[in-house]
């Protein structure tokens, strides 16, 4: 008898750790798209390519990077569909929005 109950309750602590572990690795996923979209914006917004460039590859692997020009403002848009490590959980839509304003360009 002892032994069922055992087996029940290490499945449910497994499967319990192994949500955790998702959740965990979608919030560090997340930040990371925020991270890469402020970098990149401000970059952006200084006019920097080689330096946005570089913002670019702290992205995320597979994540779209989408910048928009405006008037006076600077927007990116990072996207990414994470896929989870074990079967039966769905893939997770991730987005983080930055916006900055550009900064005027030096006469030459």
Do not use: H, K, Y
Not at 74 to 88: E, H
Request: charged share 20%.
């Amino acid at each position: 008898m002892v032994t069922a109950e055992l087996a029940v309750a290490i499945l449910a602590a497994l499967s319990l750790a192994v949500l955790l572990c998702w959740g965990i690795f979608l919030l560090v996923m997340q930040l990371r798209c925020v991270d890469a979209a402020a970098a990149i914006a401000r970059q952006e917004a200084r006019n920097d390519r080689t330096a946005a460039g570089a913002a670019r590859r702290v992205a995320p692997e597979g994540a779209v990077v989408r910048v928009s020009r405006r008037a006076a403002e600077v927007s990116v848009t990072v996207t990414l569909t994470v896929q989870p490590f074990v079967r039966g959980l769905a893939a997770v839509p991730l987005r983080a929005d930055a916006s900055v304003v550009a900064e005027p360009v030096a006469p030459r």
